[in-house]
């Protein structure tokens, strides 16, 4: 087969430039496979916050993706060349498939959809990382109870809007912190949440005194800066803070630490990060559970879809600036390609 | 009884002054005993971390001490009048007795010591708060493990010392942070830490990185700052930290919030907070523990004591500074007052 696949790769780590400098798009031929191996062409590719720390070379929860390698992303797509016992031709998976149009997967490197369950695309949202990642956040980690106060920051978001639903469908009162007045509107009238907080037009303190003259007993914590240190102050003695992402930091050379965290000795809280690993062998009871709630309709999982591969530089300033509006995907376009 | 008193009072709050500007020794009458109260002389006044917490008007595990009033502090005392039904002259109390040489309590204020079991001031040191903080804070939050790496800031400290030798006897690896090479040598010759590191004139880091080339499984955190920042970047992977407190920030306007946080995440760590208030209930326990250490000696407590009340000032300062060697106690002097 003479494929001919588009690639987009990281041609160096950003530093302190923009990061948009650092992707390359290359035209490259699929390689043969060898024996394990399958061939896929790849339909949806996912953005995630979770780049960011893979184009540092600082430690983190992976190895760095290296200098000239093309981008590591989650996506699906459809097999359509094999040469495993496991996966045939017309199979669909997911996993590490790449910023790019084709690849060639070892076969134990991914895993295979039900897409006869669920749309494909939606095993890289609800039914993908962002979802497994809002539900062991949430209902392991946070373990929301009825009638406690929660609040979630980027509650718009993929996995914020996730977490947000969750801890509501588990009867607590959840007031979201998101960006914009659409965005607000968004939380409380369609996804039913208690309150809304516009971080960009609302004085966010004020507004938690307000919502939660007792304090906070639940943060799930997408973002870290400010709201961070807004909701430390403002937590219940004993109150849990969830960290699930810095969204607002992942492009600052060194993070703004929170300045309240000795808040965590005085009010006794716990504060705890999770990573997806502790959980992959747990995902079956994820996938179980979110996949009721999507097709009940008391999740709701809105996707935010680009077009086409070029698209992914803009696609990841927008994840760091909060401007997509649900999960970020793309769909490669393979009728011009 | 026309005892006459000295007392040292909070004039006002710190806020950008030295706290040493603050204090002010007055000379009063005892109050006349109502019906369940009890006098005593105090014979022992503890200076502690805690202190820095209650000359703030911050929201606080406790309300801060008002203007005017005299110094929160415990003690140790013993009864000299009575109007109790549950304590008799004679009797020896523990409890906030405050920075004073006499005072009048509420009998369900103060608790009865048994000083037949050991010396009075040693209810304010390793059977006392700072035994429990270290008990409770590294035996059922931080739960070392046999032949897991431990680090403790402040290990030469009053709560650090005896944190450090309980992580030890578990079987967990110590490795002490301290100021000093007197320090130091206390800590591996004394208390038979496996390695110290000298803040004062080591490069922290690196000697993390060779005494902990596999990263850190439990750090008790008595400081805070860069050296929290630096225990963060060397978490192994579920590590968990053990937030006791922060002397290095505790004079500051403004903490300075772990840069590094974000290794929660990235290292799926799990970094909890916690006041006696959580344990009070556990005391006993904790009692019990402490005690058969502190007599088989396999748990010590050195004790820094200064003489007189007038050295508060001095002592509170010192304790900021670190300059202290071991759980900083006043001895009232009754003779010349």
Request: hydrophobic letters at 40%.
């Amino acid at each position: 087969m003479d494929t001919k696949i588009t690639q987009i790769r990281m041609s160096d780590y950003p530093g302190n430039r923009a990061p948009r400098e650092i992707w390359q798009t290359t035209h490259d031929a699929l390689p043969e496979l060898r024996d394990g191996q399958v061939a896929a062409r790849i339909d949806f590719v996912s953005i995630d916050p979770g780049m960011t720390g893979w184009i540092t070379d600082k430690r983190g929860y992976m190895p760095p993706v290296r200098a000239g390698s093309v981008m590591r992303a989650f996506g699906v797509g459809e097999i359509i060349e094999s040469r495993s016992d496991n996966l045939a031709v017309g199979d669909w998976i997911t996993g590490f498939l790449g910023v790019r149009s084709h690849g060639v997967f070892n076969d134990k490197d991914v895993r295979p959809i039900a897409v006869e369950m669920a749309p494909p695309e939606l095993f890289l949202s609800g039914l993908g990382m962002t979802g497994y990642t809002a539900y062991f956040g949430m209902m392991d980690i946070g373990r929301p109870q009825p009638d406690e106060t929660v609040v979630v920051s980027a509650a718009a978001g993929a996995v914020g809007s996730m977490a947000a639903q969750l801890a509501k469908n588990a009867g607590a009162r959840v007031i979201g912190i998101a960006g914009g007045a659409e965005k607000c509107r968004y939380l409380t009238e369609t996804l039913k949440l208690d309150a809304a907080i516009d971080y960009k037009s609302e004085n966010i303190g004020a507004r938690l005194d307000d919502l939660a003259p007792n304090h906070i007993d639940l943060y799930y914590d997408n973002v870290g800066g400010d709201i961070l240190d807004l909701a430390l102050e403002r937590m219940k003695y004993r109150g849990r803070i969830v960290v699930c992402g810095a969204i607002s930091q992942y492009d600052k050379e060194t993070p703004q630490g929170p300045a309240n965290y000795l808040q965590i000795v005085m009010q006794s809280i716990k504060m705890q990060g999770f990573t997806m690993r502790d959980y992959m062998h747990r995902v079956p009871e994820a996938v179980q559970e979110l996949s009721v709630g999507l097709k009940d309709g008391s999740l709701i999982c809105r996707q935010h879809i680009l077009q086409g591969l070029d698209s992914f530089p803009d696609g990841f300033e927008m994840l760091l600036a909060g401007a997509n509006e649900g999960k970020l995907l793309i769909r490669v376009d393979h009728q011009s390609a």
